[in-house]
């Protein structure tokens, strides 16, 4: 169970980085500001792939 959700999960952050691109490239956000966007993207989507998970896990 938990190798799908891994690869359920690596596949969900790899298409959220590559929107998260097209955000940055679309709205012309600066190189300089380009990583502290991906980097609180990446974290909230972490937490809520690991709350899912907890979620799926105890009920």
Known sequence: MISVFIVFAI???FYVNKMTNSLCIQKE???ER???VFRTINVL???LLISSYLEILYT
């Open 29 to 31: 956000i600066p190189e």
């Open 34 to 36: 380009q990583h502290k």
């Open 11 to 13: 596949f969900i952050l």
């Open 45 to 47: 989507i972490t937490i």
